[in-house]
């Protein structure tokens, strides 16, 4: 590790199972690394981390020529480990509690089978400070190029809404204390480019397997855990179709979550590529319609809202955080723009 010119860390999940949060802030201080954190790892280190990155991804990745994978699967959010997601050339460090994902999808040059923290912690001592301000330094400018390329999306007054313009909405009315939940595919996966958490285990999403609807039950156990934290759902219009009627068990135990609903009319995921592939004519039972959520969350005793127009968005979300009851934000957003994310994006 201490050889590599371009080294990067990608961490999963299992920093926060096994509360690795400062040990990984350690390691990545002293071996001068830049981080990337994946699904349940978000929020492991703040956004004002000078070793958090996040836009730069795809680029760091590509041309790492050590990539250490920390508690995190090399399934399709990372491209299976292998080219183009990954160098081919770079030399892998994996690791994991579980010695089957070692070597999975990908070869391991090095793996360690073991707690992660323990792991991290042992990392750190072992090895001496390090410098790598050019690598850093490259990685700082692609963030700030990549971030330059979402403005105009995240600003834009187009209608139908543009989904990084619902993010960036999202985004600006967050605290720091709010849990944020992502339960869907390619909204959810537009949402994470923008939002960021500053706490560990202030994000859920629905996992490796993609487990769609599992964003309002989820919200009510965090409501019900942390009752002082807003609790915010990024949901697909289709995923909250599976499990939107839990609105009724929020009402009744009075538990003020906020969903906020990227209505594509469409399962987003599905849609996008057969349309791609077979054109309008072969796009099978992947259309919805653009149902009023917002006024079946009403009709449950919430507070709800729907949005067509952007610059009606900010207003939206905060009276629906004020509102003191369980809360429907439905935004119409624009459905080829949300197809355009491919499912090898998703860095939930």
């Not at 990954?86 to 030399?91: G, M, S, T």
């Not at 204390?177 to 994470?192: E, F, K, L, Y």
């Not at 057969?274 to 959520?293: D, I, P």
């Amino acid at each position: 590790m201490c050889a590599a010119e371009r080294p990067a860390l990608i961490a999963g999940s299992e920093i926060w199972w096994r509360d690795a949060s400062s040990a990984l802030a350690r390691l990545a201080e002293r071996a001068a690394l830049p981080v990337y954190l994946n699904a349940m790892a978000r929020g492991a280190l703040p956004p004002d981390h000078p070793n958090y990155f996040a836009a730069s991804r795809k680029h760091a990745l590509m041309n790492a020529d050590l990539i250490l994978v920390v508690g995190a699967p090399l399934d399709f959010r990372l491209g299976y480990g292998k080219a183009p997601a990954f160098n081919a050339n770079a030399k892998i460090v994996q690791i994991d509690v579980d010695a089957r994902e070692i070597g999975h999808n990908r070869g391991a040059e090095v793996g360690v089978v073991g707690d992660v923290r323990a792991v991290l912690e042992q990392l750190t001592d072992a090895i001496s400070p390090h410098a790598r301000d050019a690598w850093l330094r490259d990685l700082y400018a692609r963030e700030a190029q990549e971030r330059a390329k979402l403005d105009a999306r995240m600003n834009s007054d187009a209608t139908p809404i543009h989904p990084l313009r619902l993010a960036r909405a999202i985004r600006d009315v967050l605290d720091d204390d709010t849990i944020v939940i992502g339960d869907g595919g390619n909204i959810v996966s537009q949402a994470a480019k923008v939002i960021n958490v500053s706490k560990p285990g202030h994000w859920l999403d629905p996992g490796r397997f993609g487990c769609l609807g599992v964003g309002i039950p989820f919200a009510i156990a965090a409501k019900l855990t942390h009752p002082k934290s807003n609790v915010v759902v990024v949901n697909g219009d289709g995923a909250f179709g599976l499990n939107g009627f839990e609105f009724d068990t929020a009402v009744r135990f009075n538990l003020p979550i906020v969903a906020v609903i990227g209505n594509d009319a469409a399962w987003g995921q599905i849609r996008g590529p057969q349309l791609n592939f077979y054109g309008a004519e072969r796009a099978v039972a992947s259309a919805l319609a653009l149902a009023r959520y917002d006024e079946v969350v009403r009709a449950l005793g919430g507070y709800g809202e729907y949005v067509a127009e952007p610059r009606a968005l900010r207003g939206a979300l905060e009276r629906a955080l004020a509102s003191g009851k369980p809360a429907c934000v439905n935004v119409r957003i624009d459905a080829a723009a949300n197809a355009a994310v491919s499912a090898n994006s998703m860095v939930v």
